[in-house]
């Protein structure tokens, strides 16, 4: 989902409108994995993006292109916990099934076994810190790259476009968080914000990976675009190199300050540039 609303001004502090939260549930708790534990993303299986997963009457749900649903418990508490490698992480993860890890092998079709885990709470999250030393020793994620909320404005993917033969939609970066009514980039400067009662802090951009080239509308990777032009005018400064090597900086990265509920059209205050 995505949320909308007006640029708006205050005395003391800035407001934007909000523009969209992706909301879903227990956001990036679930990974699909092969054989030996190795996380698979759209990076290597890029029809992976036009899988959908939601959670209905205590059912997780599958649904994919030619595929027939496939409803499975919620919870598989007799199921097998392993050992999953994310990035260079170990991060474990309970079994959903064998019916979960056929629906995925006949879909991929791609000559492997897949299997479908589930994080629970009592198991051990993965520290950004460990990876990136501006993150807080505090800070906690699951199956995500490396932070829980990556923020990004609908008007710095309108500017993209414009330097594109073939629009791109927000969708092709994955945030959790869309932002409309801003200028483009200017979450880039937004170092701590409110939603609703929840107030971010903003760690460091978000280096661009080939994921972005996966069209979400069809599963087909490019390999170039919008890659590409990311990189022919979204390098970080030369100071910034260690930390972001050549990849190009799209949307931003928070940590969560405050915990609290966020809605779509909720306005996004700016605390701090």
Request: with cysteine.
């Amino acid at each position: 989902m995505y949320l909308c609303g007006e640029l708006q001004s205050a005395s003391r502090i800035k407001e934007e409108t909000v523009t969209s939260v992706v909301a879903c549930f227990r956001n990036r708790h679930w990974l699909v994995i092969t054989e030996d534990g190795r996380q698979v993303t759209g990076r290597q299986e890029p029809r992976l993006v036009l899988v959908t997963l939601v959670s209905e009457g205590g059912e997780l749900c599958l649904n994919g292109p030619s595929m027939e649903e496939l409803r499975i418990p919620l919870k598989h508490p007799d199921n097998p916990v392993v050992t999953c490698r994310v990035f260079s992480d170990d991060i474990q993860g309970r079994d959903c099934g064998d019916q979960a890890s056929l629906w995925l092998t006949r879909y991929l079709d791609s000559g492997k076994t897949f299997r479908l885990v589930q994080y629970e709470s009592q198991m051990s999250p993965r520290r950004p810190v460990e990876k990136v030393p501006l993150f807080s020793p505090n800070e906690k994620v699951v199956y995500p790259d490396l932070a829980p909320v990556n923020l990004l404005s609908e008007a710095s993917v309108a500017d993209l476009n414009t330097r594109l033969e073939r629009a791109v939609t927000v969708a092709q970066f994955r945030p959790n968080i869309v932002v409309s009514g801003c200028d483009a980039y200017a979450e880039d400067s937004w170092d701590l914000i409110q939603i609703g009662n929840v107030q971010l802090q903003r760690v460091m951009s978000c280096s661009r990976c080939i994921f972005t080239t996966v069209d979400p509308d069809t599963g087909v990777i490019d390999r170039k675009q919008p890659l590409e032009t990311l990189k022919s005018y979204r390098l970080c400064d030369p100071s910034e190199k260690e930390l972001y090597k050549s990849s190009p900086l799209f949307g931003q990265y928070y940590s969560v300050k405050r915990s609290g509920i966020v809605q779509v059209g909720d306005p996004v205050y700016i605390m701090s540039f």
